[in-house]
């Protein structure tokens, strides 16, 4: 299956449990909570496919320092810890909480969020 088309079905697939969950008294724990718990996977499948956002992925973020004459664009590079879904906007860009890159090549503990201000490197 193309990336593209399994793209789609995971936008139906989540559209379909939207709906479902909508339909369903919110009073009704037992019932609403698979709903909830699929849906969630299913966005966590899609920002995979769709973005790349997977736990242990390296991710960059380019922001703009000033130097004192200029602006340089300044690489930060992050090892994925934890993809969050936003409810506000859940089929786009999902926010990433990482791990900065030492200097000696490795990866700490520290956690920073990246929010949707990154880009996948591999």
């Known amino acids: 299956m193309s990336k593209e088309t399994t793209i789609a079905v995971l936008k139906a697939q989540i559209k379909a449990l939207e709906l479902q969950e909508k339909r369903i ?26 973005h790349g956002a997977k ?4 991710v960059v973020i380019k922001r703009k320092s000033w130097t004192g004459t200029s602006y340089v664009t300044v690489e930060s590079f992050f ?20 791990n900065p890159k030492r200097t000696d090549g490795t990866y700490g503990t520290a956690r920073r969020h990246l929010y949707g201000d990154w880009e996948v490197v591999t």
Do not use: H, M, Q
């Not at 724990?29 to 499948?45: D, G, Q, S, T």
């Not at 736990?55 to 390296?58: E, K, P």
């Open 79 to 98: 090892r994925i810890a934890e993809v969050t879904i936003k409810s506000w906007n859940d089929l786009g860009k999902p926010w990433v909480t990482g």
């Open 25 to 50: 008294n919110k009073t009704y724990y037992n019932e609403i909570e698979p709903i909830r718990k699929a849906l969630e996977k299913f966005k966590l499948l899609y920002a995979e496919e769709a």
């Open 55 to 58: 736990v242990g992925a390296i």
